[in-house]
């Protein structure tokens, strides 16, 4: 079911998704979600230190940081999307698929932050990664020139 969600996910984006050309947006990488995504990449690299380290304590903050991390990227909109506060039907429709890509992500960052074993984190770790690629290619805005 998981994988179907994602897949649908990632088709309904790429075909409805607005088309961006060579253009970059002024605010590309400067917006609040991109901060926040910025902080989560750093948790990630956080866990995968502390998980090396064999550090559970660690583990278990960068997590919870993580989880904090998801929560408040929900309901801010991709650039992507728009940059606007009033979305169209299309636009919202795009945002709901966002915010579906971010539950399932919020979903995997829970089990992390459950995780026991080594097995166990590394599983949820590598949901989280596949969820992030397909969110990234989906939503990211590519910022170079």
Do not use: W
Request: glycine share 6%; hydrophobic share 40%; charged share 30%.
């Amino acid at each position: 079911m998981k994988k179907l969600l994602i897949s649908s996910f990632v088709c309904a984006l790429t075909m409805s998704g607005p088309a961006m050309a060579n253009d970059v947006h002024p605010m590309c990488g400067e917006t609040e979600l991109a901060g926040i995504m910025g902080d989560m990449k750093d948790n990630m690299k956080a866990y995968k230190k502390a998980m090396k380290a064999g550090d559970t304590e660690t583990m278990n903050v960068v997590a919870q940081d993580l989880l904090a991390n998801i929560e408040k990227s929900d309901g801010l909109v991709p650039l992507q999307i728009s940059d606007n506060k009033e979305l169209t039907a299309a636009q919202q429709a795009d945002f709901d698929q966002y915010q579906k890509g971010m539950a399932y992500l919020q979903e995997s960052a829970e089990a992390l932050s459950k995780a026991t074993t080594d097995d166990e984190r590394k599983a949820a770790l590598s949901q989280i990664g596949k969820a992030s690629k397909k969110g990234h290619k989906a939503f990211k805005m590519d910022c170079d020139d």
